[in-house]
């Protein structure tokens, strides 16, 4: 079955640091979803890719789509303590959930 | 008015039970899903139901069964409760056609099995 795995697993940062997360799957997807979840809250979707090497930027968020459509990152510019939380991607039709990065900002 | 609601937020129950978790959605959505979060935040479907049809039942003992009187709603039953079902269990649905799968989820439900 396909899997979807994120690195790193955790990461700590400086208020102000660049973060990014990898999303690396097992085999072609027709797109890719990214979501944050918050301490004790629930996913909450960001943006979803289609295109071969796409690029969307939302503010200090670019996420990146791979040429062969296997892997994903997600780069936050300038961490704040509002990104606090784990970001996850997700395959096609939501059924597979990349292992999730959680990210924590020290003020 | 919340999107997609999940009762009860919490439920806590001894090994052996029987309990259900409800899930309704006011967003029209063809498609609803579970999943369940482990102690590690790992997401993991279990069901998705598309206009009150299964159409993924992943490798989930059979002591959980969806139903789905409806397409608005998607509960979630679950026999004979043991330890290892404590997580948080999301709700979520979706439009589910294949280029607009945005999920919107439920505020979860964290079953501690005692």
């Known amino acids: 079955g396909q899997q979807v795995m994120q690195i790193p697993q955790y990461q700590h940062v400086q208020e102000g640091e660049d973060f990014t997360t990898y999303c690396n799957s097992s085999t072609t997807l027709s797109n890719i979803q990214w979501y944050k979840q918050r301490p004790g809250g629930h996913p909450v979707f960001l943006i979803q890719l289609v295109k071969s090497g796409e690029v969307k930027k939302q503010k200090r968020l670019t996420f990146q789509f791979g040429e062969a459509k296997k892997n994903s990152s997600l780069h936050i510019t300038a961490t704040q303590t509002t990104d606090v939380g784990t970001y996850f991607c997700?395959?096609?039709?939501?059924?597979?959930f990349g292992t999730g990065t959680k990210l924590q900002v020290i003020p | 008015d919340t999107a997609v609601s999940q009762t009860p937020k919490y439920l806590v129950t001894q090994m052996g039970n029987d309990k259900s978790i409800k899930c309704e959605q006011n967003?029209?959505?063809?498609?609803m899903y579970w999943y369940k979060q482990d102690s590690k935040k790992f997401l993991k479907i279990m069901f998705s139901y598309n206009n009150k049809e299964l159409i993924i039942n992943e490798t989930v003992p059979n002591r959980f069964s969806p139903k789905s009187p409806d397409k608005a709603h998607l509960n979630l039953h679950i026999n004979s409760l043991e330890l290892g079902d404590s997580a948080v269990y999301f709700c979520?649905?979706?439009?589910?056609?294949?280029?607009?799968?945005?999920?919107?989820f439920g505020q979860g439900t964290r079953l501690t099995v005692v």
């Open positions: 997700a395959g096609p039709r939501v059924v597979t």
């Open positions: 979520a649905s979706s439009q589910g056609t294949v280029m607009n799968t945005e999920a919107f």
């Open positions: 967003l029209g959505h063809d498609t």
